[in-house]
């Protein structure tokens, strides 16, 4: 049950949006890396997560921003959680925006991190698809409760 609750808690979205944006900004680094180079469509320049280090009881606000290399619209983004190298949960959340090849795509979402969350490792994937279902990036971010 405590399982549940914290999957259930631990990536309930506050919000989640495809936005074009013209420029990056004052984005500051990437919080994380690249998990599948093959994966080119999409490339992120920018990971973005705040407050870092994660801590309990917070949202953690994700803004992830990069480079469409091809016309495409957005459908959808699959977030994978890992707890101490174990596959934890999986949600998926609905994604929108269609852009043309070598528009800038920033995707913000918020995660909450609830006081119960046991402490241990914890790694988050996600993956933006397209309309016809093809994944156009992979982006993990690690991090430990404590």
Known sequence: ??????????????????????????LGGNIGSNCDPSLTTYSV???LVTPWPPTKNVYLN????GTVNQALTFQE????????????YQETVKES????AGQ?????FKVFLPGIAPNGKY???TKIKDTAGAYLNCWQVAFSLS
């Open 1 to 26: 049950m405590k399982a549940i609750l914290l999957g259930l808690c631990l990536l309930s979205l506050a919000s989640a949006s495809g936005l074009v944006e013209t420029k990056l900004g004052a």
């Open 45 to 47: 320049t920018t990971f």
């Open 62 to 65: 994700l803004n992830m921003t």
């Open 77 to 88: 983004m699959d977030i994978f959680v890992t707890f101490n190298g174990v596959n934890f």
């Open 97 to 100: 925006g269609t852009y043309k």
């Open 104 to 108: 800038t795509a920033t995707v913000i």
């Open 123 to 125: 790694g988050v994937i």
